[in-house]
């Protein structure tokens, strides 16, 4: 029986669904992917490992990890004839449009993986999804900036894979840096699943519905892109930049606590954390790794985020609130310093997030009584009454 809880004044709900993927604890600012905490899986693990801790619910051998790794890197080029839908798109077209449409249109050409009922086809659809979404997103970034497709490698790992697809060009190859490796791995890690967040929940309930995993994963992309979500880290790097200077903080966090403007500082709050995020910690440390290996560590930027979470954490309303920096607060810094426009870090974040889908999807499939059931409403409405004929109006 799902847990109940009141969380506002008489209106009681039910707990979205059960599951035993991801933990958070709000208050302590915890977060486990089946019993293991983030910052030993960011600092200890990597992504693909991660990948199947969350897909398996256990730790994988090395034997396993070895074939898992094997099936997902061999796996990571897309149908030939898909470049085309990338071709109907504006250049000018947000990545996350691309994304949206070039998943969904998966479903049109990988039929021997849409069947839901069918265990094997559901496992060729998971593994598709993972390996294919790095190359998807490099690929809405090349045909972004009007540069040539960039073929998957199968003698990178999966995070140089993913930087070599979106970096090297014809006449020049990108040159791996293994540091910036290991930062665009740990991010993949930290932004990997995160139990009923809005683009989840979106996958449920498109999933109870029967339909096909791609198109499942195409809705949560669509939800993901919204600045109160995953659409948070492009927005938060904007917001950094129009303040530009520590001086004008003070100006922007006015503006966050007057009641009568509707201005939230972007990359603070949680809806469930309301201590610290986890991951916002790890990706705190990664961008001074990263920004020092860059040698731009007296980023003008990140001098801002710094002040402006320090000033912030110091404000009485942000701790009576319980406002802390998010996930988002310092991905976009590590994203830009590794030569990202801001169009790509909610892409990452949907690359990164599609194995929490995946899992969460399948979770769901596995055991029908976990099915997020028809949401029913509040109805505040008229009561019923008759039509009135428009002369008697
Ligand atoms: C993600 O669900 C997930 O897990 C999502 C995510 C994931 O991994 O999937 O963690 C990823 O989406 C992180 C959140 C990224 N979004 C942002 O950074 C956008 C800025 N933050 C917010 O808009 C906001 O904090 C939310 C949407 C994240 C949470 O909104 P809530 O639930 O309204 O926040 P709250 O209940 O904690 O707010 C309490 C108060 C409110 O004031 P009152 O109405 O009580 O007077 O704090 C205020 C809010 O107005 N508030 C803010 C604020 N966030 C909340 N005030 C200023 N700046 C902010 N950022």
Redesign the pocket.
């Known amino acids: 029986q799902a847990d109940v809880f009141t969380y506002d004044p008489g209106f009681t709900s039910t707990a979205a669904c059960d599951s035993t993927i991801t933990f958070?604890d709000g208050e302590k600012g915890e977060l486990l992917h089946r019993g293991y905490p983030i910052d030993q899986l960011a600092s200890q693990s990597h992504y693909l490992e991660v990948c199947y801790l969350l897909l398996y619910g256990e730790l994988p051998s090395a034997t396993q990890l070895e074939e898992f790794e094997t099936l997902v890197t061999r796996h990571t080029m897309i149908h030939e004839q898909m470049h085309n839908f990338f071709r109907g798109f504006r250049r000018d077209a947000h990545p996350m449009a691309t994304m949206v449409g070039v998943v969904g249109a998966m479903s049109a050409f990988y039929h021997d993986s849409t069947d839901i009922n069918d265990d094997h086809q559901r496992e060729v659809a998971s593994i598709r999804l993972i390996a294919k979404m790095p190359t998807i997103a490099a690929m809405a970034y090349k045909y972004s900036i009007g540069q040539p497709f960039v073929y998957p490698r199968n003698d990178l790992d999966y995070a140089s894979n993913f930087l070599n697809m979106c970096f090297s060009v014809p006449a020049e190859e990108y040159q791996a840096n293994p540091i910036l490796s290991r930062a665009m791995d740990r991010i993949f890690t930290l932004?990997a699943?995160?139990?009923?967040?809005?683009?989840?929940s979106t996958v449920r309930l498109a999933s109870s519905s029967g339909a096909n995993p791609f198109a499942c994963i195409a809705a949560g992309i669509a939800c993901?892109w919204g600045?109160?979500?995953?659409?948070?880290?492009q927005?938060?790097l904007e917001m950094l930049k129009e303040i530009g200077t520590v001086d004008r903080i003070p100006e922007f966090i006015a503006r966050?606590?007057d009641?009568n403007d509707s201005?939230?500082?972007?990359?603070?709050?949680?809806?469930?954390?309301?201590n610290f995020?986890p991951?916002a910690k790890v990706m705190k440390q990664s961008a001074d790794e990263v920004l020092e290996l860059l040698g731009v560590d007296n980023n003008p930027i990140l001098q801002v985020a710094k002040e402006l979470e320090r000033q912030a954490l110091e404000d009485p309303?942000?701790a009576e609130?319980?406002?802390f920096p998010?996930?988002?607060?310092y991905s976009g810094i590590i994203l830009e310093a590794m030569g990202f426009p801001t169009s790509m870090f909610t892409p990452i974040?949907a690359l990164a997030?599609t194995v929490?889908w995946i899992s969460q999807w399948k979770e769901q499939l596995a055991d029908p009584q976990l099915k997020i059931g028809r949401p029913r409403q509040l109805y505040l409405g008229e009561t019923r009454r008759d039509y009135v004929d428009i002369e008697n109006r």
């Open positions: 958070i932004h699943d995160h139990e009923q967040n809005a683009s989840t993901l600045p109160a979500h995953g659409g948070a880290n927005a938060c966050a606590k009641k201005y939230r500082l972007m990359g603070f709050g949680h809806r469930v954390y309301k995020d991951r309303y942000f609130k319980k406002l998010n996930v988002d607060f974040f997030r929490g």
